[in-house]
């Protein structure tokens, strides 16, 4: 490697913050670059006549920074291939919120020496201006990576170089979706320089100032940020002794009724397409799991991370087309991928593998379909409709049968509605759903003949059985219709 390139920091404001070494370093060099002479620093040097080229061009003719970055990777590269050492120079410290440097790792390192040059950073202007020890906890995020991030609040959140009035809008939106609105931000310009403000409002008024490439947007831990970890702590403190009776009261067994009760109406939410709803049974339902995690680990049998690890590992090991080498073109694929894998992952955990693996606390059309899914898998299966239609008629008449001679009844009727259920396999319909609709449908059938009845001043419990199935056809004819919705 003939050629070097120094990365120099330019500190977060004038001379008085470069370090000696830098200025020295800089002063002895022929050839300076700048990210940027928009920076009180590179001002100060340019005005002891220190010959500084920047890169602020490139900034104004590229569409994206992503390309600008490009841009003056390139021009280092040319410059460097020329064999002569080369100084970089970017605002603060090279490896903090610096991009460039980033990329310079990546494309230049390996065919170039490579020297960073510490120096001060505005995040440690921060700690002086703002009074606080980042041992308390620190996450700096770039203005276009606060989304997904699992913002807790429990740390001070700094985001650098939000540089005008629509970044800042987006940062505010991006920000309130987990902050209270009326969560209290500092806005901090131009940190250690004579022109130095920091002004502490409301989240929702955020972006009511100006801003420009010193700007950096700064919150303090807040204890009401809405996320995963706060409904943990929550619940930890609904179970201490400060907490409420009635949750410390609750077991494993206990919580399953209500396990029960929260999945059937996250279904119903789903059934009347409720998306408002929905939401909110969910949130139930996490709750559950939240719920159960939280005894597990006051007995110490596993805490939280145990769960997420257990099901990110089951996710990635379970979909090798994604995550690995292999392929699986259709959704068919994909589940004899699955089937395998889990296979595999059961005959490890037992000597004598189960052929069945469904909870026995399925609901019985869903246990029974399963059943049916998992012996047709190994080749136990008819080749078309026709045989689960024939089964269905057989079992009809063997319920007859029984009806006649008064033996074996339930048996046979559940034999009937096993055998139902293959055939709705075939039809590819889920029994469980045909069922449910089939029983919504009743329902609202039924109210819509309690309703005729009180239209027409009747009292539908004295009706008669006769009167009752008139209604019953004029309800099923007003649907037919399409006047019953």
Not at 212 to 239: E, G, Q, W, Y
Not at 244 to 267: F, N
Request: charged share 30%; with cysteine; net charge negative.
């Amino acid at each position: 490697m003939s050629s070097c390139l120094h990365v120099i920091g330019l500190g977060p404001s004038g001379l008085e913050q470069l370090t000696l070494g830098n200025y020295r370093l800089i002063c002895g060099s022929k050839k300076i670059f700048a990210r940027t002479s928009q920076h009180p620093c590179a001002q100060e040097l340019m005005a002891e006549g220190v010959r500084v080229e920047s890169f602020d061009e490139i900034y104004a003719k590229e569409p994206s920074f992503e390309r600008v970055y490009e841009r003056i990777t390139e021009r280092l590269r040319e410059e460097l291939q020329k064999g002569t050492d080369v100084i970089y120079a970017v605002p603060g410290h090279p490896m903090v919120a610096e991009k460039t440097v980033q990329l310079i790792g990546e494309k230049l390192a390996q065919d170039y020496e490579v020297v960073i040059h510490p120096a001060m950073s505005f995040v440690d202007e921060i700690f002086r201006v703002l009074q606080f020890d980042p041992i308390e906890g620190v996450l700096i995020r770039n203005y276009d990576a606060l989304k997904g991030v699992g913002l807790t609040g429990q740390e001070w959140l700094v985001i650098p170089q939000v540089y005008n009035k629509l970044i800042a809008s987006e940062v505010k939106l991006d920000l309130m979706a987990s902050y209270p609105d009326d969560a209290w931000v500092y806005v901090a310009q131009a940190f250690g320089t004579s022109d130095q403000r920091v002004d502490k409002l409301p989240l929702y008024e955020m972006d009511h100032g100006t801003f420009d490439h010193l700007t950096t947007i700064i919150l303090p831990p807040n204890s009401s940020v809405i996320s995963f970890t706060k409904l943990v702590n929550v619940m930890a403190t609904l179970r201490s002794k400060e907490g409420c009776a009635w949750d410390r009261e609750q077991t494993h067994e206990s919580l399953k009724p209500c396990l029960i009760e929260e999945s059937y109406e996250v279904l119903e939410a789903i059934e009347k397409q409720d998306m408002y709803n929905l939401c909110e049974e969910l949130g139930d339902l996490l709750l559950q799991v939240v719920f159960h995690t939280q005894l597990a680990a006051e007995e110490r049998d596993f805490e939280l991370q145990d769960v997420l690890r257990g099901v990110i590992q089951k996710l990635i090991r379970r979909h090798p087309h994604v995550f690995g080498k292999e392929t699986a073109e259709t959704a068919d694929d994909v589940i004899l991928t699955w089937d395998r894998i889990k296979k595999e992952e059961k005959a490890s955990e037992n000597d004598e593998p189960a052929f069945f693996h469904d909870p026995k606390g399925l609901p019985a059309l869903m246990w029974a379909s399963s059943t049916q899914r998992r012996v047709a898998k190994v080749g136990f299966d008819w080749p078309d409709i026709e045989g689960p239609w024939e089964k269905v008629q057989e079992e009809l008449q063997e319920l007859k049968t029984a009806l006649a001679d008064g033996i074996g009844i339930r048996e046979e009727l559940g034999d009937l509605i096993f055998a139902t259920v293959n055939l709705s396999r075939f039809l590819k319909l889920d029994a469980e759903e045909v069922l449910r609709d089939a029983t919504h449908k009743f329902q609202s059938r039924f109210l819509k003949m309690v309703e005729l009845s009180q239209e027409n001043g009747l009292n539908f419990e004295q009706l008669p059985l006769d009167k009752m199935d008139v209604l019953w056809e004029q309800t099923k004819s007003e649907e037919n219709s399409g006047k019953l919705k």
